[in-house]
Nanobody, 115 residues
Framework: QVQLVESGGGLVQPGGSLTLSCVPS????????MGWYRQAPGKQRDWVAT???????NYADSVKGRFTLSRDSAKNTVLLQMNNLKPEDTAVYYC?????????WGQGTQVTVSS
């Protein structure tokens, strides 16, 4: 069973930055893609960004230009750098690792943007 360990969430003021990390229990190269999703209270879980095993990341329009998704193969980690955070970015952020026939999810990390 693949496990994903997320970290980096917290409380930040509007305009601030946070970096979320996701460390899978298998090497990143074993997944066809990895991504981040988020779920605000009372709302559905929404896609944030995805990075394929080879290729460039894709972003939701709501975060494009502010968030950057990257892989650090040496540390076997996927990083989501979040800049210029807004109150509407407040949510639980979930890491997702995708294989051909199955997806794996982390337990989530809370991001709160508030003054």
């Amino acid at each position: 069973q693949v496990q994903l360990v997320e970290s980096g969430g917290g409380l930040v003021q509007p305009g601030g930055s946070l970096t979320l990390s996701c460390v899978p229990s298998e090497i990143i190269g074993s997944f066809k893609a990895m991504g981040w999703y988020r779920q605000a209270p009372g709302k559905q879980r929404d896609w944030v960004a995805t990075i394929p095993a080879s290729g460039t990341p894709n972003y939701a329009d709501s975060v494009k230009g502010r968030f950057t998704l990257s892989r650090d193969s040496a540390k076997n980690t996927v990083l989501l750098q979040m800049n210029n955070l807004k109150p509407e970015d407040t949510a639980v952020y979930y890491c997702r690792a995708m294989k051909q026939f199955y997806d794996y999810w982390g337990q989530g990390t809370q991001v709160t943007v508030s003054s």
